[in-house]
């Protein structure tokens, strides 16, 4: 990989929704020698821009800082912390596993009753600090603390990796590896953006399009694989190559940005599979209905165990996904 420990330092970071600023702070200072201009909204999505030299397009590319977590909505009397979910947890794969509250604190998912009778309600759920008591717990955690998961970095065979939160911070990483080789003799104006609360609704990028008022907007972000024994069903594979969004639940890309980005795959001889999903969705959604409309596309690396501790992606993918990005920067749209 171009600079793996920087992929890991994202991982590291936590950032659960509406809560990014320590994943922003990390891209802020990767970003900062390379950004034309720079800026933080009201919201928290960060804006890089890098200026075209004349007689391009207005391309907006959008990562997510944020991942899914959990937070405090009631301390019980016996310590326990109630908690509602922020963004779509598993249940079956938060239960018995570790987080990690933002302060540093640890803390073990459980439930009430069994699990398999929890039906995906994360309203079953609950955080065991090791508490004895609400008093107890108070000392330790707030009404309102919120909490990811543990995940730590690991390597596995055939160059594949795996951690929590590679959701979204693979897309972090390929746009800051893209901004860092961005051609400078690019007709295109260039927005590449890092958003905030996609994981509740793409909240981040709605506000940042109707700034920005792209011509193109893409959505740099994962997803999930289809090539193993799981509940979803598609053509989606681990070392595919990267992804072109053809559709998803929430957007039918540009046929002319999906013709294009199949260009440059083919051109740059960059290894891609086309995507369709039939449940998620991306920031192109949000792009797509701002303003008076804006052409969608997505760029989407394949994950195993999305949404979850242990996500499984390929650095050949990974890789892959910049050099598209970087193509598409450079590109002459009609």
Known sequence: MREQQLLEKLVSARGVSGYEREVRELIEKEAAPFADEMMTDAIGNLIVRKKGKGGGKKIMFAAHMDEIGFMVKKIEKDGRLKVRSLGWNWTGSAYNERVQFRNGRNGVVSCEGWIEDVKNDAGKLYVDIGATSDEDAKKYVKLGDVCGYFGPWMELVNDRVCARSLDNRIGCYQLLEALKEHDGESPNDVYYVFTVQEELGCRGSQVAAERIAPDIGIAVDISPAHDYPCDLEGSNEVDGGIGIKISD????????????????????QIKCQREVIDKGGTDASSMNLSGMGVKAGGVVT?????????????????EAGVDLIKAIAAYSFS
Do not use: N, T
Request: hydrophobic share 30%; net charge negative.
């Open 302 to 318: 394949v994950v195993r165990y999305p949404h979850s501790q242990s996500a499984v992606a390929s650095k050949k993918d990974i």
């Open 249 to 268: 639940p929430s957007v039918i890309c540009d046929e002319e940005v999906v013709e294009a980005m199949e260009r440059c795959c083919e051109e740059k």
